[in-house]
């Protein structure tokens, strides 16, 4: 595939689509480092889902380009340069390929649409307290009862909990063997009875973290992803693609062009403040 594609004429579509397609609203959010939020996430989704570009590294089978890796960098750079926001990472680069990979069929029809349309929001239900760094020791507990889980425990640290739909959680199902292999994968509405979100304000003052209480929280075994106790399996490969957002090195180059161009402007009118200063001061 990759011999047949005209790269320079795939990076010229995506920068005119860039620059007609992308709200200017949307544009100066990303060229002041204003803080990205669902508002401004979503409708920007909506107009690459509807071009055909939801999901850069999904297979054509759900809703995915097919590009490959050239061209996927050269959207990310070309989108970069013309200050349109990345994409949004929970639902697309997180839970989308878990999903993709260990998911039902149930699943992948219920949730990769919504992801793809930007129409439902994820969270990540990782941490906890005592548990961030040794994940494996989170101790929010997943009660089996008939076709339902009781959930009982606390997240921490939630990215986007208090605007997201859904969040990805891992709990616990088992204490019986070791700790690792009693974790499970459970896919839990945010809009269930027993959860409250509160936020963790920061030092930036934006409202970007919370912690989120489940209080036996009813969740279906059908939104279990996998296996039961298979959940660190499946949170190490969504983490292997988690880091992989940073190889996207193309908004960082454009923030650091960026800064070049503010300190030549600001340094460019110190030196004339200093000129002008030193002609007022000539004796006339």
Request: proline share 6%.
């Amino acid at each position: 595939m990759s011999a047949a594609v005209d790269y320079e004429a795939f990076r010229a579509e995506v920068r005119t689509f860039a620059e007609t397609h992308c709200p200017p609203e949307i544009r100066a959010v990303v060229a002041a480092y204003r803080k990205l939020s669902r508002k401004v996430w979503y409708p920007w989704q909506r107009i690459l889902f509807e071009r055909g570009w939801g999901a850069p590294g999904w297979p054509r089978q759900y809703g995915g380009t097919g590009w490959d890796l050239k061209q996927r960098h050269i959207f990310d750079e070309v989108m970069a340069e013309c200050d349109c926001p990345p994409q949004y990472h929970h639902g697309l680069r997180h839970i989308g390929p878990v999903i993709l990979e260990y998911g039902s069929e149930e699943q992948k029809q219920r949730f990769l649409p919504g992801i793809l349309s930007g129409e439902e929001w994820w969270c990540q239900g990782y941490s906890e307290p005592g548990a961030g760094s040794d994940l494996a020791s989170l101790r929010t507990a997943a009660r089996r009862e008939g076709d339902e889980y009781v959930v009982e425990g606390q997240k921490t640290w939630t990215s986007h909990a208090h605007e997201s739909d859904w969040m990805y959680t891992l709990v616990r199902t088992s204490k019986e063997a070791k700790k690792q292999q009693g974790i499970s994968l459970l896919l839990i509405p945010l809009n269930a009875p027993g959860i409250s979100i509160r936020p963790i304000r920061t030092i930036d003052g934006w409202h970007h973290v919370n912690e989120v209480f489940l209080d036996d929280v009813r969740v279906p075994v059908a939104n279990r992803v996998g296996e039961e106790g298979g959940g660190w399996t499946y949170g190490k490969f969504l983490l292997e693609r988690e880091r992989l957002g940073g190889a996207n090195v193309a908004p960082a180059l454009r923030n650091l062009e960026r800064t070049r161009e503010l300190l030549a402007h600001e340094l460019g009118g110190e030196r004339h403040r200093l000129q002008h200063r030193a002609l007022e001061a000539v004796p006339r």
